[in-house]
């Protein structure tokens, strides 16, 4: 079945406002961003699906570096004072790969639907999701638990702190760390460079770090350079 991530918010503005802006190009823009240097991320094939004027909009994804076709749907519905928007993002794969790539596409939707509904009702231009200034140079998935460390890269801030897989990430710089939201508060804050305490659980021990924080994207060409940035496994090590 593979993972899915569904979201669903209503916004102050009419369903044929909300359906521009995802079919409009500049519409896309005004929500979505410019987004990142292309060089930084692996090459994205995308075809057209479903389109229903002010009802529906689909489309099919392929991800350079990951094998097969994700779907992502998004459908109006018009309700009493605006729209209610429901995105569906299906048929990610089950390989580690991409329960990575679904973690990160999910909270990415997350702060991009929060701009979507900034611009259908303010007319701002928030471009809050892919401004990051600096990186952890380490990969991590939500666990019951908080933030456990998947792989991290040779060279890098999780590196020199000490981090290894397996670890829980509890604080960074001071700040309590639950999930990936709070290490992204953090990176967008910080610039490279900037040297920062991790502490961590490893073992029912709490164990502490120093290192200056990498740059966001470290670890192109080591890692799969799209969204998530996770590293290719046959590459990665610690």
């Known amino acids: ?9 209503e916004v102050a503005a009419p369903a044929t406002r909300a359906w521009e802006a995802f079919v409009d190009e500049r519409g896309r ?37 990951l094998d097969g076709w994700y779907e992502t749907s998004a459908r109006f519905e018009e309700v009493e004072g605006g729209t209610r928007i429901t995105l569906v993002r299906g048929g990610f794969g ?4 991409w329960v990575h790539y679904a973690a990160s596409t999910s909270r990415g939707w997350d702060e991009m639907l929060a701009d979507l509904a900034l611009y259908l009702e303010t007319g701002v231009h928030g ?11 380490a990969t991590t998935l939500g666990s019951a638990a908080g933030l456990r460390i998947t792989h991290v890269v040779p060279g890098g801030f999780a590196d020199g702190a000490g981090l290894r897989a397996g670890d829980l990430l509890i604080r960074l710089g001071g700040a309590t760390i639950l999930d990936i939201s709070d290490v992204a508060v953090l990176v967008r804050e910080h610039a490279p460079g900037t040297e920062l305490e991790a502490e961590y659980v490893r073992g029912g021990e709490i164990l502490r770090g120093r290192a200056a924080l990498s740059e966001w994207h470290f670890g192109t060409g080591v890692y799969v350079g799209h969204p998530g940035g996770y590293p290719k496994p046959k590459l990665a090590s610690r």
């Open 1 to 9: 079945m593979g993972i899915t991530y569904e979201r669903t918010i």
């Open 29 to 65: 823009e005004a929500w979505m961003g410019a987004g990142p240097p292309e060089d930084v991320f692996e090459r994205v094939e995308v075809k057209l699906g479903l389109v229903e004027r002010n009802r529906l909009v689909s489309w099919s994804q392929r991800q350079e570096g």
């Open 94 to 97: 089950e390989t580690e790969d």
């Open 127 to 137: 471009a809050r999701h892919f401004p990051f200034r600096s990186g952890i140079g």
